[in-house]
């Protein structure tokens, strides 16, 4: 039997995948979380999104952000309790050099792609085993399975919540709440918008978002 989500947490969903998916899974009776930190961007998907008939709560949240995440995670499972979340936000920032002249950018790099995913399934994880039902999904990469010569810390942030999404599978089983570990190759995005290397397989975000519905499902 494929499960069926009525209150859906998404990060990153004012563009890319985290935004198809939020238009995919928007409909009347699901309640959608969306995050974003870009304003316009946000709000435009949440108005499609309600026009749609889901019950929309669009937070300006930094997912690096762990007080604020929470507050607004915890916040929207009172109201509604949540039964699928998508730890979707990343950002892909080195230059050429991996940044080696500013590692500024590597601890940003790490602080949203896997500080962000952290601040986004401690919240709500507890709740889900108090509940004994759910599902967690983090959005890895298939730059997280080999050293790269480009985005080093954007490969390495991935590797890590990849690895860190896999282990946590096996605890959270025995509790009812099933673990999914996404991992694109190239989508159209943002992020891929400037990349300069070639980008194989390169995918529209609307084709990404039903292969992960059908494997979340």
Same mark, same amino acid.
């Given at each position: ?49 309600s026009a749609k008939g889901a019950t929309v709560d669009a937070g300006l949240i930094d997912v690096a952000d762990r007080a604020a ?47 962000? +995913?952290?601040?986004?399934? *401690?919240?709500?994880?507890?709740? @889900?085993?108090? $509940? #004994?039902? /759910?599902?967690?999904? !983090? ?21 890590? +919540?990849?690895?860190?999404? *896999?282990?946590?599978?096996?605890? @959270?089983?025995? $509790? #009812?709440? /099933?673990?999914?570990? !996404?991992c694109p190759g190239f989508v159209v995005s943002r992020i891929t918008a400037d990349a300069p290397f070639p980008m194989p397989f ?13 494997? @979340?499902?």
């Amino acid at each position: 039997m494929k499960k069926r989500f009525a209150s859906i947490v998404i990060t990153g969903a004012s563009s890319g995948i985290g935004e198809a998916l939020a238009l995919d899974y928007a409909a009347p009776g699901v309640a959608l979380a969306l995050s974003g930190r870009d304003a316009a961007r946000l709000e435009a998907v949440a108005a499609a999104c309600s026009a749609k008939g889901a019950t929309v709560d669009a937070g300006l949240i930094d997912v690096a952000d762990r007080a604020a995440s929470a507050a607004w995670l915890t916040r929207f499972d009172d109201a509604h309790p949540v039964d699928l979340v998508i730890a979707n936000a990343g950002i892909s920032i080195d230059k050429d050099n991996s940044s080696l002249d500013d590692f500024s950018i590597v601890h940003k790099t790490i602080d949203v792609n896997v500080g962000g +995913v952290l601040n986004t399934v *401690e919240p709500l994880v507890g709740r @889900l085993m108090a $509940r #004994g039902r /759910g599902q967690i999904a !983090i959005v890895s990469s298939l730059a997280g399975f080999i050293g790269l010569p480009y985005s080093a810390s954007y490969n390495a942030s991935k590797a890590c +919540v990849r690895v860190w999404g *896999e282990s946590i599978r096996y605890v @959270l089983k025995t $509790r #009812g709440i /099933g673990v999914s570990v !996404i991992c694109p190759g190239f989508v159209v995005s943002r992020i891929t918008a400037d990349a300069p290397f070639p980008m194989p397989f390169l995918m529209t975000s609307a084709r990404a978002s039903r292969i992960i519905r059908r494997g @979340l499902a």
